[in-house]
């Protein structure tokens, strides 16, 4: 069976600092790849996803960036954070079917920049 | 530009008391409408696909049906771990993304 693993699951860190986020799924292979931002009242914000190692699409222009190193390995990353980074971020998995498929969440990284 | 729209944002009901989330949708070329339940601090988690109007999926209390504008998740009996948001989401022809809604807080009280 597939399974996804988001870590860490809490994390704080200063004003100025950087970041790194990892998301590994287990159990398929070449899935589309997902973070997603998620902030009380505003919904999940898509932030990037990639469709394979390597290829990564950016939907919203922010200070965050992401790496796609293996097939199944999902990197978010940031120089230096923002206070506004601060939220909830979620990794997910799908397999590609012409939008007909579900996607997969990990259990998500409470982020808070102070 | 697709959008998902679910009301209301939060519904308090007595245990027992069966109910209905709406998620309303513009997604062009729809190829699948997703229900999601996400508990507090946790990432969402699966519960139906539709693909077409008409359709309707079922899991214990809880029941999915589409139309061609809408969404509805039908509860029937709910108890009170039925108590999440259940967010709704499409996904359209030739996208990657889901289009997620705001979702909807349902409380059941004992």
């Known amino acids: 069976s597939q399974t996804i693993h988001q870590w860490p699951a809490t994390l704080v860190q200063p004003v100025g600092s950087p970041l790194s986020l990892e998301c590994t799924v287990e159990g398929t292979s070449n899935p589309n790849l997902y973070w997603y931002r998620q902030a009380a009242g505003r919904g999940l914000q898509l932030l990037f996803y990639s469709v394979g190692i390597g290829q990564i699409s950016s939907e919203v222009p922010q200070n965050l960036s992401a790496s796609r190193p293996q097939d199944r390995q999902f990197i978010l990353s940031s120089k230096k954070l923002l206070l506004s980074d601060s939220g909830f971020y979620l990794c997910?998995?799908?397999?590609?079917?012409?939008?007909?498929?579900?996607?997969?969440f990990g259990q998500g990284t409470r982020l808070t920049v102070v | 530009e697709d959008q998902v729209t679910q009301s209301p944002e939060a519904l308090r009901l007595q245990e027992g008391e069966s109910s209905s989330l709406n998620c309303s949708y513009t997604?062009?070329?729809?190829?699948?409408l997703f229900w999601y339940r996400q508990d507090p601090g946790k990432g969402p988690e699966f519960l139906f696909t539709?693909?077409?109007a008409g359709e309707e999926k079922e899991k214990e209390r809880l029941k999915a049906t589409l139309t061609k504008k809408e969404s509805f998740l039908h509860i029937t009996a709910p108890k009170p771990e039925d108590s999440a948001t259940y967010l709704c989401a499409g996904s359209g022809a030739g996208s990657y993304q889901l289009t997620f809604g705001k979702g909807t807080k349902l409380s059941v009280i004992p």
């Open positions: 539709l693909y077409s």
């Open positions: 997910a998995w799908r397999t590609p079917g012409q939008g007909r498929t579900e996607a997969f």
């Open positions: 997604v062009s070329g729809l190829r699948g």
